[in-house]
């Protein structure tokens, strides 16, 4: 499988511009599609009590202040319109590897950029956390003009290390982990968009618990090889994340098959798993256009 640390992809920051112009529709297509309820009040949020006045309804008495006071309160509630956006971003070194002009991860930034621009244009907060074989850097939601770019800035880094050949990214994912953090630190119901190539275990329980606190994306980074290989003999494989490496016969029709099969069974294996945790599969491919698949997918839960 081909490693990009060596290729020129293009520029996250050169790139800002035009991915700010493309993330325009793609908020137009969130706040008319199934998470138009984020723009237009998820429902009421409790903000305090008071003591009750006559009038007031008694069936928002709140009965363990009124207990405790000696005297009559009731609960007060306010509607909450913000949208919270929350990005968890797979910067492991699987997701350095492909096939397609694009690596994995600079599909990966790409999305998650165009993603935080379309919170800008509701002027939304917006938090991140990004990880490899440990917490990179996170960030809580927050409002601004600069926390896009800065964000925009850590990935840049993130993408030039990894073109220079950057070998001191710790093996290994700790996508559970930043999946157990995310929900400590999501404090109200948020849009929560997980970017990775999914290929690590042990994070279903965390993905679990974060979909039914949290409207959860989970945008899985795909790549052609990982159900079609080439016929080109018997090559040289290398696991790079634990850089165990094996000659495999890709000129092995049998081969081939069980490989396209073996990708095709992961893959629907996730979506299943995706869907019984009330997560919304997407999958984005270094073939596709981040912000196509964006928005055809925003726009097509509001048909759904």
């Not at 074989?133 to 990894?162: A, H, M, R, W, Y």
Request: aromatic share 8%.
């Amino acid at each position: 499988m081909m490693n990009h640390s060596q290729l020129n992809a293009d520029s996250l920051l050169r790139k800002s511009q035009s991915l700010h112009l493309a993330s325009k529709t793609i908020a137009d297509s969130m706040k008319s599609g199934v998470f138009k309820s984020f723009f237009r009040g998820r429902g009421i949020e409790f903000s305090g009590v008071r003591e009750y006045l006559r009038g007031d309804d008694v069936r928002s008495i709140d009965w363990n202040v009124t207990a405790r006071m000696g005297k009559a309160f009731v609960k007060q509630f306010e509607e909450d319109r913000e949208l919270v956006l929350f990005l968890v971003i797979d910067a492991s070194l699987s997701m350095q590897t492909g096939t397609s002009k694009n690596s994995r991860l600079y599909t990966a930034f790409e999305t998650a950029a165009l993603a935080a621009f379309a919170s800008s244009y509701t002027n939304s907060p917006v938090g991140y956390v990004v990880f490899d074989g440990d917490i990179s850097f996170s960030c809580e939601p927050k409002t601004g003009k600069d926390q896009v770019p800065l964000l925009l800035s850590k990935l840049e880094n993130i993408l030039q290390e990894s073109q220079k050949g950057n070998i001191s990214t710790p093996k290994g994912s700790v996508l559970d982990k930043a999946l157990k953090g995310t929900t400590k630190m999501l404090r109200k119901r948020s849009l929560v968009l997980i970017v990775s190539d999914f290929r690590v275990a042990g994070y279903e329980k965390s993905l679990a618990i974060l979909g039914m606190r949290h409207d959860v994306v989970a945008l899985r980074i795909t790549d052609p090889s990982d159900t079609e290989l080439p016929d080109l003999g018997g090559i040289l494989f290398e696991d790079s994340e634990t850089g165990l490496t094996q000659h495999l016969p890709t000129n092995s029709v049998a081969f081939r098959r069980a490989w396209r099969e073996n990708g095709r069974n992961s893959f629907e294996r996730w979506q299943t798993e995706c869907t019984r945790r009330g997560v919304y599969p997407l999958e984005i491919s270094t073939e596709h256009d981040p912000a196509q698949r964006l928005q055809f997918f925003f726009s097509a839960r509001e048909r759904k």
